[in-house]
């Protein structure tokens, strides 16, 4: 047999199962080696096998050829890949902090005060509207609770102890993270693409003293500030609710307040905020040096500057509370 | 044991990105005060290469010697803030919060202030933009940009200056100016420079010496001159320049027959007569005479201003091409009268078919 033809006398309507059996019938033809003649089908049916062998065969997407252990293989070497990075800028840091020390980097106090400004005053109004709201809501929530056992007294002593704990520098933090961290990265990660760093660095200015540094510094400057003052604006704002909604005075809430809170804890907030300053200045300045050469990259590195920021903002809450319960308890 | 003449040195540099080789076994030399340039298309790893000299890139194999100071291998390497080299970068990279001036006394921040200014000053000069030194970046225009990059580059004296695409952004006229310039000011500083572009006019009117980029690796190292007339391999001579080839067959010492007729001079490789070669015809080796022997068909032209380029078909059914004054207007299908004069014959042994 070398040819196969069709009788369509008796061919009246068809579907799109037609189609698919001949393409199957010629796929099998062709395997063989033996010659279809379409010209007896009807002129439709002919025309949607032409269409059908015009387009392009999908290959099904090949299963990718590493296996399971290459991948665990890669994944690893990825992670100590960024490791190393993370230790190595570590190092760079704390290098340029020794050549300051000796003088011997170019630290320009100008920059250093334009960022002190940039991450402590102008950053006031958003910190003070978050930390009163926030007052506001955990006094509110603690309120409903406290009324059932008619303690709503102590909704003071909630907010006071919550606000220098853990909210206000948390809060000062993520707040720091989004604005102050996210611009690190966006100016550094610009200040890359227009290959300005690299400028810098063949005029032989070591970019972590110049641009990292800078930043860094003005942001541990500034936090502990920035959280001493959400303290007390969080404060403020569960007073407001103390006073309009429990109906509590205004020196009877701030004395229950007084009472509560020890000095060690505000420091221990403060202490918090200190390091979260730190963790978000070193996340958007790495991210912000690490960025691509595309200004798709600088949104890149923008968002990831934030994300790594908020996550090591928790993380280092969670050990810090840890070890200052363990200090405590000893 | 490197040469104590030469001040940039590279010896058998290797770098890949992943499985991408980038730079393959790269080796040249610059003595001081040359300006040696890359040239290649976009993509032969040309950049990098520059990269590599400037400390940007590590590298996986080989050696880079600046001023006698091993500044990479493949286990080391030096920091560029700690290489003295000066860049221009392809988008002049100026910091734009800074004035002209200022941009210039960036490097030479910690010198006393008199020096500073007095070496401003004096480059700004040289650079022609005594005028503009309070403005800022975004106020002066891209050919002003590129000369206070270039300014900024040369202010810390650097023993090497890397200059990578610096006139690509530019528009032809001011390119052809501006790259005459550079030569001149470099000249005259005598500073060592190594220069990257996709431009063969740009290498040829900067460059003493041109090494030819493909795909990761230097297919030739040679003086302009000898780049265009002699070229080490058929990749050279079909980027440089145009040209094309045709068939022929040797005759004799520095003679070849083609379909342009019996032409004489020397031979770009020895090669015994009788051999078969394809013989590289530049557009302006072969001229046009009205009532020459051999006659051609106008199979396509482009007019360029003071020249037209004519595509030509011989009667061999081989293609060459002619640059013409343009006064000799000739349209498509006409037959003109060609003759070749080619003083360097260069030949490539044609392949037995």
Redesign the interface.
């Known amino acids: 047999m070398t040819r196969v033809g069709f009788n369509c006398d008796q061919l009246q309507d068809w579907d799109s199962l037609l189609p698919v059996m001949l393409q199957q019938l010629e796929a099998c033809c062709r395997s063989r080696s033996i010659a279809l003649d379409p010209g007896q089908l009807p002129h439709g049916v002919q025309q949607l096998l032409r269409l059908a062998q015009s387009t392009p065969v999908h290959l099904p997407p090949q299963p990718s050829a590493i296996s399971p252990v290459g991948r665990l293989g890669r994944f690893t070497l990825e992670t100590v890949a960024r490791g190393r990075e993370l230790a190595t800028f570590s190092g760079e840091i704390i290098l340029e902090c020794g050549a300051l020390s000796r003088g011997q980097t170019t630290f320009r106090l100008r920059d250093f005060w334009s960022f002190v400004q940039a991450a402590g005053a102008e950053a006031l109004p958003i910190v003070s509207l978050i930390s009163i709201l926030v007052g506001v809501i955990l006094a509110f929530v603690g309120a409903v609770q406290l009324q059932m056992f008619g303690a709503q007294v102590y909704v003071a002593n909630l907010v006071g102890l919550a606000m220098v704990l853990e909210m206000g520098a948390m809060m000062s933090g993520v707040i720091m993270a989004g604005r102050t961290g996210a611009s690190y990265a966006a100016q550094l990660g610009t200040m890359q693409v227009n290959e300005e760093i690299d400028a810098l660095r063949t005029l032989g200015i070591s970019p972590i003293g110049f641009l990292v540094l800078p930043r860094m510094f003005a942001l541990i400057l500034m936090m502990p500030l920035l959280c001493i003052y959400a303290d007390l604006l969080g404060i403020i704002g569960g007073s407001l609710v103390g006073v309009f909604m429990l109906d509590l005075s205004v020196s009877e809430y701030f004395s229950y307040t007084r009472r509560a809170i020890h000095l060690n804890q505000c420091l221990e907030g403060i202490i918090k905020s200190t390091v979260y300053g730190l963790l978000v200045g070193f996340a958007g300045c790495f991210r912000g040096l690490q960025c691509g050469r595309s200004s798709a990259a600088v949104g890149e590195a923008t968002t990831s500057a934030v994300v790594t920021a908020i996550v090591l903002i928790i993380i280092s809450d969670a050990l810090m509370t840890f070890i200052f319960n363990l200090l405590k308890m000893g | 044991m490197s040469d104590q003449k030469s001040l940039l040195q590279l010896e058998g540099v290797c770098k890949s990105f992943g499985p991408n080789l980038v730079a393959a076994e790269v080796s040249f030399s610059l003595e001081k005060g040359e300006i040696g340039c890359l040239l290649g298309p976009s993509g032969c790893g040309k950049t990098t290469l520059l990269r590599v000299v ?3 890139e590590s590298i996986d194999q080989g050696r880079v010697i600046i001023d006698g100071t091993t500044v990479s291998t493949a286990t080391s390497h030096l ?5 003295t ?3 221009v ?3 002049y ?3 734009p919060h800074l004035s002209v001036a200022d941009n210039v006394a ?2 030479i ?2 010198r006393p202030g008199r020096q500073r200014r007095r070496k401003v000053a004096e480059l700004l000069e040289l650079v022609g933009l005594a005028g503009q030194s309070g403005r800022y970046p975004h106020e002066i225009s891209g050919g002003q940009q590129q000369r206070v990059a270039l300014a ?2 040369l202010a ?1 004296e ?1 023993e090497l200056l ?1 200059l990578d695409e610096p006139f690509s952004n530019l528009d032809a006229l001011l390119r052809e100016r501006l790259t005459v310039e550079v030569r001149d000011i470099l000249k005259s500083l005598q500073t060592t420079a190594l220069l990257v572009t996709h431009n063969q006019h740009e290498a040829f009117s900067v460059a003493d010496s041109i090494g030819v980029m493909f795909a990761g690796a230097i297919q030739q190292w040679d003086r302009a001159h000898d780049i265009y007339h002699r070229p080490a391999s058929l990749a050279v001579a079909t980027f440089v320049g145009d040209g094309t080839l045709i068939s022929g067959t040797v005759e004799g010492p520095g003679t070849v027959r083609c379909g342009l007729g019996v032409l004489r001079g020397d031979l770009s490789l020895p090669c015994s007569s009788g051999s078969g070669v394809d013989l590289l015809l530049r557009p302006e080796d072969v001229l046009h005479v009205e009532d020459a022997e051999i006659q051609a068909r106008v199979v396509h032209k482009s007019f360029r201003g003071p020249t037209i380029l004519y595509q030509l078909e011989l009667t061999s059914g081989e293609q060459c091409q002619a640059l013409v004054s343009s006064h000799h207007n000739h349209g498509i299908g006409q037959w003109i009268g060609i003759v070749a004069e080619v003083d360097n014959l260069v030949i490539f042994p044609q392949e037995p078919a």
Not at chain 2, 79 to 83: G, I, L
Request: charged share 25%; no cysteine.
């Open positions: 400037a400390g940007f920091a560029p803030e700690k290489r080299i000066g860049m970068f392809q988008d990279a100026l910091f960036f490097g921040r910690n900024r580059a810390p650097p890397l």
